[in-house]
């Protein structure tokens, strides 16, 4: 299986701050990565898909980058809705895996 | 495009169940449908799909679950299954369908199982 090491686990930033979370593979997965957002309660929401393609409708603060096996995603300038979980997510191959989350908070 | 989960509950250990997502707003034999798992205050867990009848219909799963999950689909009534057999309590969680393969784009709201005696 595909290991996705997320970190970090938990964040806290200030409004306004630009704030950065990693995936690592633990193997060449490519461009296929996806970035999904998950309030309490609530299914998780696509921000970012292919690495680094804005979901429709997504603020453009958020967004990707990397390949291969490193990968970032980045809000530009933080804002109190973005309280939230973060999850990286592979799918070059199966089983279909996911980073551990990094719950972002202010 | 709305998808709704239903079927969860309060059920035994090694008992089953069966769990539905309904899809609307879409053509919904042409997706394939997958279900991922969340336990309670822990992450997301892929737990399998199910590819369009084009594609021959054809399942996937995750080890933990091969062989006690199964999930199909009825096209005629737009519903996707999945079918918990030999529930474990770690088996508990809130389960989610989604539409598609690897791109997870839409969501329901999902259902809570939980495994317990």
């Known amino acids: 299986d595909i290991q996705m090491t997320q970190s970090p686990s938990s964040l806290s930033a200030s409004v306004g701050d630009r704030v950065a979370i990693t995936c690592q593979a633990s193997?060449?997965?490519?461009?296929?990565l996806n970035w999904y957002q998950q309030k309490p309660g609530k299914a998780p929401k696509l921000l970012i898909y292919?690495?680094?393609n804005l979901e429709t409708g997504v603020p453009a603060r958020f967004s990707g980058s990397g390949s291969g096996t490193h990968f970032t995603f980045f809000i530009r300038s933080l804002q109190p809705e973005d309280i939230a979980t973060y999850y990286c997510?592979?799918?070059?191959?199966?089983?279909?895996?996911f980073g551990q989350g990094t719950k972002v908070e202010i | 495009v709305e998808l709704v989960e239903s079927g969860g509950g309060l059920v035994q250990p090694g008992r089953s169940l069966r769990l539905s997502c309904t899809g609307s707003?879409?053509?919904?034999?042409?997706?394939?449908m997958s279900w991922i798992r969340q336990a309670p205050g822990k992450g997301l867990e892929w737990v399998g799909y199910?590819?369009?009848?084009?594609?021959?219909?054809?399942?996937q799963y995750a080890a933990s679950v091969k062989g006690r999950f199964t999930i199909s689909r009825d096209d005629s009534k737009n519903i996707a299954y999945l079918q918990l057999n030999t529930l474990k309590t770690e088996d508990t969680g809130v389960y989610y369908c989604?539409?598609?393969?690897?791109?997870?784009?839409?969501w329901g709201q999902g259902t809570l199982v939980t495994v317990s005696s």
């Open positions: 989604t539409r598609a393969l690897g791109v997870l784009r839409f």
């Open positions: 292919d690495t680094s």
């Open positions: 707003g879409f053509i919904f034999g042409d997706y394939a």
């Open positions: 199910i590819r369009s009848k084009t594609y021959g219909g054809t399942t």
């Open positions: 193997q060449d997965i490519k461009n296929d």
């Open positions: 997510q592979q799918y070059y191959d199966l089983p279909r895996t």
